[in-house]
């Protein structure tokens, strides 16, 4: 039998460095430049699976709503929506080296649909990849250039024997539902 089991990056970086995971995948903000910042968690296999492109989530009628493209650095004072399992804005930060980012409210689950309900409701702007965000008006980020990289950590060393009787368990860490297709 296979497990699924939804982890922040973190979690999931550690239960395959133990041996409880065989594989997991992890996602965030990053630039095209530099690498998805994970845990180091020893001898483990990295892979890239997938890049995509991020959008602002504005609520309907938002003053931004009509632009082709924003640039983070016109949002810096807006509220954002703090979701740190989903789009975390400290992160957000370092990544596009800007302060500001103010959070206007939390939302502490794992799932960007929320994230993107909360911001079309007026709550605070998301930055997403277009493929999570089911509402509100996106709005292509144009700068900073901020992808949304997908990665496997997988046990580097030959695994284990499995204990007999032991499921198999898959943690995914990633967001976006379509970056583990």
Same mark, same amino acid.
């Given at each position: 039998?296979? +497990?699924?089991? =939804?982890?922040?990056?973190?979690?999931?970086?550690?239960?395959?460095?133990?041996?409880?995971?065989?594989?997991?995948?992890?996602?965030?903000?990053?630039?095209?430049?530099?690498?998805?910042?994970? /845990?180091?968690?020893? /001898?483990? +296999?990295?892979?890239?699976?997938?890049?995509?492109?991020?959008?602002?989530?504005?609520?309907?009628?938002?003053?931004?709503?009509? @632009?082709?493209?924003?640039?983070?650095?016109?949002?810096?004072?807006?509220?954002?929506?703090?979701?740190?399992?989903?789009?975390?804005?400290?992160?957000?930060?370092?990544?596009?080296?800007?302060?500001?980012?103010?959070?206007? =409210?939390?939302?502490?689950?794992?799932?960007?649909?929320?994230?993107?309900?909360?911001?079309?409701?007026?709550?605070?702007? +998301?930055?997403?990849?277009?493929?999570?965000?089911?509402?509100?008006?996106?709005?292509?980020?144009?700068?900073?250039? =901020?992808?949304?990289?997908?990665? +496997?950590?997988?046990?580097?060393? /030959?695994?284990?024997?499995? @204990?007999?009787?032991?499921?198999?368990?898959?943690?995914?860490?990633?967001?976006?539902?379509?970056?583990?297709?």
């Amino acid at each position: 039998m296979t +497990t699924l089991r =939804i982890a922040g990056a973190a979690a999931a970086v550690a239960l395959v460095a133990s041996g409880e995971a065989d594989l997991a995948l992890a996602d965030g903000p990053a630039a095209p430049s530099d690498p998805l910042n994970l /845990p180091d968690a020893g /001898p483990l +296999t990295t892979v890239g699976v997938r890049e995509e492109e991020l959008v602002v989530v504005l609520p309907e009628g938002h003053p931004l709503a009509g @632009r082709a493209g924003l640039r983070l650095d016109d949002l810096a004072d807006a509220l954002w929506v703090d979701a740190p399992e989903v789009m975390p804005l400290d992160r957000l930060r370092a990544v596009a080296r800007l302060e500001g980012l103010r959070p206007g =409210i939390r939302y502490e689950g794992h799932d960007p649909a929320v994230a993107a309900r909360l911001a079309a409701a007026g709550h605070g702007l +998301t930055l997403l990849p277009a493929s999570a965000a089911p509402c509100g008006v996106r709005v292509p980020l144009v700068a900073p250039r =901020i992808v949304h990289p997908g990665r +496997t950590r997988a046990r580097g060393p /030959p695994a284990r024997p499995r @204990r007999r009787g032991r499921p198999r368990a898959h943690v995914l860490s990633d967001r976006s539902p379509t970056a583990s297709a």
